[in-house]
């Protein structure tokens, strides 16, 4: 059964700082891994999706990789801004006949101006 | 091009009685899923459906059901509310095919709360 947690539960940290949040997961045998943005009582934003044969995706000042042997996948948010504030999720796609996300509890980032 | 459309937003109904939410993909997306949302446990996975056919449930009672119709909008039905069933409800939809390596793309949820 994958089981994903994320480190740290909340964050916070002032304007202008790189920070890295981490999520980690029991079975690699995973399709893709998906980070995720939530602001407060809204539904998800997709931000990056890692499929299982990479090792890491950017999307502006975002970096995520991705590492199946150890189960690990690393989101880093260079030179944060106060809009970064929100949650943000990691999920793994299982396959087959158990397909669907499994979610983290998901980090609350605090950017402080 | 439109994302994922969840209606209503909100509702609030009482113990006892049935609720249906509805979503509708992205255009062409043919796999819906369907996930609770609440502080204690988090976001939990109910269902997915495929071509009109469910493929995976989650680990909820009977009480929560779900269909989907030939034009890929899905419908999720929970019967004889709890005060625990009070959640963010939100769909997610994929790309033509349900291939593996495919974004999930979430609506904005139904915020349901039962009293």
């Known amino acids: 059964k994958q089981e994903v947690t994320q480190i740290p539960a909340a964050l916070s940290v002032p304007e202008g700082e790189n920070l890295v949040l981490n999520c980690s997961f029991t079975?690699?045998?995973?399709?893709?891994l998906q980070w995720f943005r939530q602001d407060p009582g809204k539904g998800l934003t997709s931000l990056l999706l890692?499929?299982?044969?990479?090792r890491e995706q950017t999307s502006g000042r975002l970096n995520a990789s991705l590492d199946k042997s150890s189960g690990r996948s690393t989101l880093y948010i260079a030179a944060s801004q106060p809009g970064d504030s929100a949650t943000y999720l990691c999920?793994?796609?299982?396959?087959?006949?158990?397909?669907?996300?499994?979610f983290g509890k998901g980090t609350l980032l605090t950017v402080n101006p | 091009k439109a994302g994922v459309t969840q209606t209503p937003r909100y509702l609030i109904k009482t113990r006892g009685q049935q609720v249906t939410l509805s979503c509708s993909p992205i255009?062409?997306?043919?796999?819906v899923s369907w996930y609770q949302q609440t502080p204690g446990q988090g976001l939990q996975f109910l269902f997915e459906?495929?071509?009109?056919?469910?493929?995976n449930k989650g680990n909820f009672p009977g009480r929560f059901s779900g269909r989907q119709f030939s034009n890929s909008r899905s419908e999720m039905n929970v019967s004889t509310l709890e005060l625990g069933d009070s959640a963010l409800y939100l769909c997610?939809?994929?790309?033509?095919?349900?291939?593996?390596?495919?974004?999930?793309?979430f609506g904005q949820g139904t915020r349901l709360t039962v009293v």
């Open positions: 997610a939809s994929s790309h033509p095919g349900g291939a593996m390596n495919t974004e999930a793309f």
């Open positions: 890692i499929q299982s044969s990479q």
């Open positions: 079975d690699s045998a995973i399709y893709n």
């Open positions: 459906y495929f071509s009109e056919t469910q493929r």
């Open positions: 999920a793994g796609l299982s396959g087959g006949s158990n397909y669907k996300l499994t």
């Open positions: 255009s062409g997306h043919r796999s």
